[in-house]
């Protein structure tokens, strides 16, 4: 769900820019209801360089392309942008662009094309880049948990149960795929797929947020939110290192850490102090460019004139 929300957000401020913008997504065992969006398997398309004719931009966002592909759309007309996150791959194309905020640990030396990336081009959505953070409230008394648009760890039933065991007083989750529970619990409330305008309120509402250390904490820095960061996979770990080492994230927690349970309540336990999340509030919006994606449309369009 984060390349599907940055690549949204890169799309919306292109024809903000007045350029028109298409977005082709290969769904898999998951669809989205969104008409701006064109549901295709573009990865194994032999005829994808006519395809694209007429575009004078190309960005790619995905894991599953290869470097055949990359090497057939750099031979193509349109001007290619790859966005990376980890250095996948030796790019073929005319810019590799990590919009990540820990982008200049990443050694990109192997890249015979140009790259830039870091927080000046930190992507957000519309709803994001408009809002303001929230006041902090005197009591962490709300937890929200949202760890993406599919918990494939099945990690949401142990968070329940961890968090309700707190004394918290109200408990969201966001659950796109459903949750089935027998627990029951006055102070818990699930909901499912949300979207940008209702996930913005979401975690501004909330007085502490439990997320994974994608796209999300981004959004979430920019909203000054109060954060216990868990990593899901491999590709979250440089984004969580760096999070943590300036201060926003307490610890470094993985969702198969031995013991779980007290790494969470430890960190729910350090953010109920008031002066903790004041301080994060002033922090967090600190770390990022909230203009991140308008800096990436004037760099892309700069290429044009090359």
């Known amino acids: ?79 290619l942008v790859i966005i990376d996150d980890y250095n996948r791959l030796q790019y073929a194309g005319d810019l590799v662009l990590n919009p990540n905020v820990f982008y200049q640990d990443i050694d990109y030396s192997n890249q015979d094309i140009p790259h830039t990336g870091g927080a000046d081009f930190v992507i957000l959505r519309e709803a994001f880049r408009a809002s303001e953070p929230p006041a902090v409230k005197p009591e962490a008394e709300s937890l929200l948990i949202s760890i993406g648009g599919s918990d494939f760890r099945l990690l949401l039933p142990q968070l329940i149960k961890i968090f309700l065991s707190s004394d918290i007083k109200e408990l969201c989750v966001i659950a796109p795929e459903g949750l089935a529970l027998e627990l029951q619990d006055d102070r818990l409330t699930v909901l499912g797929r949300q979207s940008a305008n209702q996930m913005v309120q979401l975690f501004k509402d909330a007085d502490v947020v439990v997320s994974a250390c994608g796209q999300s904490l981004h959004e979430l820095a920019s909203l000054g939110k109060p954060v216990i960061g868990i990593c899901l996979d491999i590709d979250q770990e440089p984004n969580q290192r760096f999070y943590h080492s300036e201060g926003m994230l307490h610890q470094m927690i993985c969702w198969d850490d031995g013991d779980l349970e007290t790494a969470l309540l430890t960190n729910l336990k350090y953010l109920s102090d008031f002066e903790v999340r004041s301080a994060l509030s002033l922090l967090e919006p600190t770390l990022i460019n909230t203009a991140g994606v308008h800096n990436i449309v004037q760099n892309l369009l700069t290429l044009s004139n090359d």
């Not at 007045?18 to 290969?26: E, L, R």
């Not at 006519?50 to 055949?68: F, P, Q």
Request: net charge negative; with cysteine; charged share 25%.
């Open 1 to 79: 769900m984060g390349h599907l929300t940055r690549c949204q957000a890169i799309k919306e401020a292109f024809e903000t820019s007045g350029v028109t913008a298409d977005m082709w997504v290969h769904f898999i065992e998951m669809s989205v209801d969104d008409s701006s969006i064109s549901s295709v398997d573009w990865v194994p398309m032999v005829d994808l360089s006519a395809r694209l004719e007429g575009y004078s931009h190309v960005i790619i966002d995905s894991y599953r392309a290869d470097k055949r592909l990359y090497e057939t759309l750099a031979e193509a007309r349109p001007k």
